[in-house]
């Protein structure tokens, strides 16, 4: 950890006895640090007001750590048409900016007018500084449009369960008549 501001000593001056004094510092994780536990060491130190007597203590301070979680969906790609019968594809691109892993990553897609609700598909774990895409199947057999949302559920650095989603749409024509040839 390093300072935020200010300076890293501090002046009480004359204390009572059976009193107290609260000091506080701002710190901040280094650049590299990846969470957990920082720990560093306070001195203190003073003199008898009555005989001058030198005295020094130190202790070890701990503070938990968490870096911001940074994951997060960046973008859903695939057909914007289709024709009732036809499928196609959707595909979500995540990234984990952070600095922890997100664990146990599954993705799941739900929409109206969507012929297969309900795909799902584990996709594991996400190291610090990584893309990745998971792929869908789409398709309708009604005219319209297919609307829907692609969920992301995952654990953060702590055990906790999450999900982020995003919409999607896709528009469905009707199939193309092809005047009784065979195709």
Known sequence: VTMSTGNSSQYVGAMN?????????????????????ATFQVTMS???SKDGAKSEATSTITVPVVQPERFEITKISGAETLMVGEEGYLEVTFVNKGKQPVSNLSAEISGENLRNPGQSQ???NVQPGTENTAEFTISSDVEGTITGMITLSYEDANGNVKTIS???SCTVQPAMDMGGMDP
């Not at 006895?17 to 536990?37: C, D, M, R, W």
């Open 122 to 124: 584990y996709l594991g």
């Open 166 to 168: 995003k919409e999607y």
């Open 17 to 37: 006895p059976e009193t107290s004094a609260n000091l506080q510092y701002k710190i901040l994780p280094g650049a590299n640090f990846t969470g957990g536990v």
């Open 46 to 48: 003073g003199g008898g």
